[in-house]
Structures are given as structure tokens and as C-alpha cells.
């Protein structure tokens, strides 16, 4: 019996006049792309409404820090903090995900100056407070932690605006994540008196805050994003690409291949098989040795360098600035380029940098063709960083890159008082002494000055947010910032 297949329908419909062909396509199959967009487009919806559902409901706190006079830790204790606090990582099942709306909570560094006066805040999630405080604590046990209200609230977030202007925008990698930036190792050397061994990268980037005049203000974020351990595969494989070694990564395709070649071989001869594997590492095993060796200088360092970043852990990050000021005030060069010249202290030529997001795509509040509704885009433009400062967004704007706890803890780091002479950063009185454990605790005289309503008073400009210091007796201000400061 012949099987006969008839190919005069399908003939047919090809000599259909165009327009019919493309009706009758659309009639039939055309429906999937559209139900299958259509789909898409409802549960991004979903998804969006969820995550902003969970995201109000999850309360944050601002905290100022204020460190001890005379701090001499270097930027070590901070990559710790930066460590411990990898521990509010968390990974969602389908249940929390697509029903819950929850995701990664994550962390806000910031640096603010209003009029040169410099404080350092920490954003976070109410529910990883604590773990913000004994990080703090456990390196700096005689810092004061204080939570304060918002010092964004009472600013313009649409423009133009009458008394405000601002300039901002983001930063970003010039390579990809798996190659780092200079970190604070590469600003220590061993001549000089051992106070003038470290040159401090924060230095100038607390004479351009401590510098800023009457009406303008400063802030500078870093969002600090816990993720899992996943992306140090990708620094793997970037150095098998540079020593010219076959990729490890396989599609799908290629399993099946592998899992076939594997059971094939099986049934092959073992013995023959033994000997031609023992061959085929010893093999591998001298061209990895002969690659290595004819690396060139440049190859070689950014081998060395990739394998040691991915050894750390490592964070989602998004570095963002706005400098607002009033109208009258404003000096946008001064500010620009000092924040830009900060950030290149970190670039390395051969291995990774840090620039503006600028372009018709950026972030930053300047756009080329300024002919061309120039100021309705730079208006745009100043709005959106506005807002994603204000509510620290971890998606609008460039997607975050990755850092490891010691680059991030050379961008945002507690100066060393040797190398930084600033004169208005928010520090603690100075260090406080543990009283003899053998002095009497009289518990009457306590209960009396909590129920008078005694409260610890915080030196700064920010107001309190309904509490205190966390630790230590009441204390008296030493040293007020200047009457004329702005209270947020």
C-alpha cells in the first residue's frame, strides 16, 4: 500500500492574494502571539501589585551614626559589617513569590552634607534593625546609632520647581561585575609615620561635602542588595575565557548529548576506555599549564584580581547622587566634578571603572541634543532620580551591578581621623568608659528618671523619629552644628 501525501492544500493557501493569506494566518494562528502577550502583560501586572503591596507593608527606618572622635579603623571593620550583614538574605518559594509578592529586602549606605554638615545614615528594613546594631556595635562598640526622620521630606520631587534645582544621576561599571574596582588596599603603603600609611580615598569626598554653602545639600546612596553566591560562576567563567579555556556552560542540548556519549560508553571496552581517560587528563592538564604560562602581564592581573573578588561575598548595588539646591545658591560644576573625581580614585585602566550614566539612555540629569525638547527631557530626567532616591528604588534606573564586601566597603567607609581633617562630620562626644562592676545599681533612681520622661538626646540636625540613641546615658551636646542649619 502507497502512502500518498497531498500537498495541494498547502499550495493552494500559498497562491492566496496577500491580503488574504495574511487574514486567514492571523485568523488561525495569529491569536497565539496576542493571548500569549496578552498573558504576559497580566501577571507583570499582577506581580507589580503584589510586590508594592508587600513593599508598603514592610516598614524601614532611617539611622544616623555617629563613630567615636579619634577613629582609627580602617575600612576593614566596615567590609565586616558589609559581611555580616549578608545574613538577611533570603530565597522565596513559588508561594511567596508569585501570591505574597515578596522579594529581596535590602539595605540603603548613604552620606548626606546640608550646608557642610556631614552625617552617615543607614536605611533599612525595620525587621533587620538589629542586625544593622550589633553589626555597627560589634566594630565600633562606642558609636551611637540614632533613628531620625527622612531627610528628603519637604523637597520638591517634580520639576521645575520655583525655589529648587537639582543634579543627579547614577553610576555605573564600564566592564562587566566580575572584574573589580581599586579598593582601600591599594591606598595603603608602608613609608611615612604609620598615621600618614593610609591615604584615605573618603578624604576628598569629605572636603567636597564639608565645602557646600548656605542652601545646598549633597546626598549620596549606595543600595546594598543581599544575593546568593550564584554570580562568583560568572567571574569562573570570564577567566576560562581569557586563559582560552573551553567553556563549562551547557545548554540543554548538550546534556542530552552528554548523558547519550556517557551511556554509549558503557558498553565500551573498559579497559581501553581507563587508558584513554587517563590520557586525555594527563592532556588537559599540560595545555591548562602551557595557557597559563603564555598569559600575557595584563591577562595574568586580571586573572588573579577576578578570582579574588568572586572569593568574597557580594551584593547587588546601586550608586546613585542628587545635589539639590536653592536657586540662587546652586553651583552644579563644583559638586559634578568633585563626586566624579571621588568615584575615579577607584578605577583601574585595565580592569574595571566607575562613570555617569550619562547617554540617551541614562540616568544622569543632562541629555544630549538639548535642541530637541532639551528641557522637557532634563525636567523628566531630574523627576525620576528624584523619586527613586526618595523611595531608594532597587528598580528604577540601571539594573544593579555586584560588588563584594571589600569594594564596597572602600566607597562607603567611616574616615580615619588621621587622613580626613573635615570639620563638620557628625561624630559621637568621644569614648565612653564601662563604670567599675562593683558600683551599686540603685534601682529606684532609675525607675524615677523613666518615669519623668528622660530621654537620650542625639547631636546632629536630624529630628528624632520617636526614639534615641540605643546605648549609653544621657549626654550632654557638645559641640551644636550651626544655628542657621535646615531642620528635615
Known sequence: MDIVIDLQPVTDFLNLPIDQLLLTSLYYVGWIPLAATFIWGVIQVWLRYIRLAYGASEKTVLLAIDIPRGNAQTPKAVENIFSYLAGAHSTQDLYEKWWLGMWQLYFSFEIVSIEGYIQFLIWTPEKYRYLVDAAIYSQYPDA??????????????????????IFGGEFKLVEDSVYPIKTYKYFEHLMGEPETQYKDPMATLMDLMSSLKRGEQLWYQILVIPISSDWSMAGDEEVKRIIGEKSGKKNWIDN???????????????????????????????????????????????????????????????????????????????????????????????????????????????????RLFGQLRVNYRKTKVMLAYKYRSDVRGRAPHILNTEELASIWHFPAEASVKAPLIQKAPGRKAEPPSSLPV?????????????????????????????RGPETKVKHEPPGNLPVV
Open 144 to 165: 551611637e546609632i540614632t533613628e531620625v526622620n527622612d531627610y528628603t521630606e519637604g523637597f520638591p520631587v517634580h520639576f521645575p520647581d520655583d525655589q529648587y534645582d
Open 256 to 370: 542530552i548529548a552528554d548523558w547519550l556519549i556517557n551511556l554509549m560508553g558503557q558498553f565500551s571496552e573498559m579497559i581501553y576506555q581507563l587508558w584513554g581517560d587517563i590520557e586525555e587528563k594527563k592532556k588537559e592538564e599540560k595545555e591548562a599549564q602551557f595557557r597559563m604560562m603564555n598569559l600575557k602581564p595584563r591577562q595574568k592581573k586580571q586573572v588573579e584580581e577576578i578570582q579574588e573578588k568572586v572569593g568574597k561575598l557580594g551584593f547587588g548595588v546601586k550608586i546613585r547622587y542628587v545635589y539639590v539646591a536653592r536657586k540662587e545658591a546652586i553651583n552644579k560644576n563644583k559638586v559634578t566634578y568633585g563626586l566624579i573625581g571621588y568615584m575615579k580614585q577607584f578605577n583601574f585602566n585595565d580592569l574595571n571603572s566607575y562613570k555617569p550614566d550619562i547617554g540617551d539612555r541614562g540616568t544622569v540629569t543632562k541629555v544630549k541634543y538639548d
Open 442 to 470: 540603685i534601682k529606684e533612681n532609675v525607675a524615677k528618671e523613666l518615669a519623668g520622661g528622660g530621654r537620650l538626646i542625639s547631636e546632629g540636625i536630624f529630628n528624632l523619629a520617636g526614639g534615641a540613641s540605643l
